[in-house]
């Protein structure tokens, strides 16, 4: 299966590292900036795979032909290079967010499926150890009725991190907190939750990051159409670093905390079946990543060529990228309009927002 990377920023080496441990046929890497495809090229020493370099994605859909692409460009691009990619033919990995508008994400829905192609958003944390086992006793009912879940973000980004890439804190490539750092958590708590929201209301800030744009602090209520309630809290102000990213959920008869630098740690295990050891699943499904990118990628990336391979749908599809993005900018909208949003969001966009803290 022939495979290329679009985008060799930040989050590529995740992509490129779970590409080479499925064995993928790797043809092809594009990038405008010279040097960061150089030293990805260096790193994973793909020459010794002739491995293509390219500048122009299009010329690279033309000339490789690739079966799957990974887009990990700025935000604000992934959607019109999702579409080309799409009317290529290529099956695809897209960075989290999908796109950064409702049409877009729709527009991206609709053409993979007339093009019949397969479009992961790349969620990856959908993939820990600890998610999964978290996964399958909501599948197996062990909660019982769900009265609510909460999911915290506690991070920091600094003026280094914005001025290593001038689109970052945009609202027009990018978003803020809740978006760019906080929307895997977002994206698990919703699919924990139900998926269905009827009502979101939220505040958002920026405190102290006044060379971006967008927001700092998100925090908001959510009202799930199956009677449940969400709390999100999302920030990149902790000092001095990263703190924690955790997830809380709370049913009739049961109880789970993940946390850890991206919810790869169970904390808590309490439902009253008693089927399992609440210590022994804490020892299982325990992980500790390098960094708050976790080990998800290469189990995602690894499902995405089997359902290529069987036809399926991939376990975290297009349409779940773009409830995580929905559910955000219901966040922004609410905040910004001081009032309860109600669900689903017919059209909206960060570009929307554009001067929101000016």
């Not at 290529?90 to 093009?115: C, M, T, Y």
């Amino acid at each position: 299966m022939k495979y290329a990377l679009i985008g060799c920023g930040r989050i590529s080496p995740n992509h490129i590292a779970a590409a080479l441990a499925n064995k993928l046929e790797f043809v092809a890497v594009c990038d405008i900036n010279e040097q960061m495809m150089e030293d990805k090229i260096l790193k994973f020493k793909l020459d010794e795979q002739n491995v293509a370099r390219y500048h122009d994605y299009r010329e690279m859909l033309k000339e490789q032909k690739p079966d799957l692409v990974s887009i990990c460009t700025e935000s604000g691009k992934h959607a019109s290079i999702a579409l080309d990619c799409i009317d290529a033919g290529a099956n695809l990995i897209i960075e989290k967010p999908i796109a950064l508008s409702i049409k877009d994400a729709d527009a991206i829905i609709e053409k993979a499926r007339k093009q019949d192609v397969k479009v992961c958003a790349c969620h990856q944390n959908r993939f820990n150890k600890s998610v999964v086992k978290i996964r399958e006793a909501m599948e197996e009912n062990r909660f019982g009725k769900m009265m609510y879940g909460t999911a915290h973000i506690r991070w920091n980004r600094g003026r280094d991190y914005y001025d290593r890439a001038s689109w970052r804190g945009t609202w027009e490539q990018d978003g803020g907190a809740l978006m760019n750092q906080c929307i895997h958590n977002i994206d698990l708590l919703r699919w924990m939750m139900g998926d269905d929201i009827s009502e979101v209301f939220a505040y958002t800030d920026n405190l102290t990051h006044p060379y971006i744009e967008a927001e700092d602090l998100g925090l908001a209520l959510v009202k799930f159409a199956n009677g449940s309630y969400g709390i999100i809290e999302g920030t990149t102000n902790i000092y001095p670093q990263n703190l924690e990213e955790t997830l809380y959920l709370f049913g009739e008869k049961g109880t789970v905390k993940a946390g850890g630098q991206s919810v790869n740690i169970i904390e808590e295990w309490r439902f009253a079946d008693l089927l399992d050891d609440p210590e022994e699943v804490k020892t299982t499904y325990h992980e500790n990543p390098p960094n708050v990118y976790g080990y998800g990628h290469t189990p995602l990336f690894a499902d995405v060529i089997e359902s290529i391979k069987e036809d399926r749908q991939p376990m975290v599809t297009a349409e779940a990228g773009k409830r995580a993005l929905e559910l955000v900018l219901a966040i922004y909208k609410s905040a910004a309009e001081g009032k309860p949003v109600r669900l689903p969001l017919e059209d909206c966009a960060t570009i929307d927002f554009k001067g929101r803290f000016s």
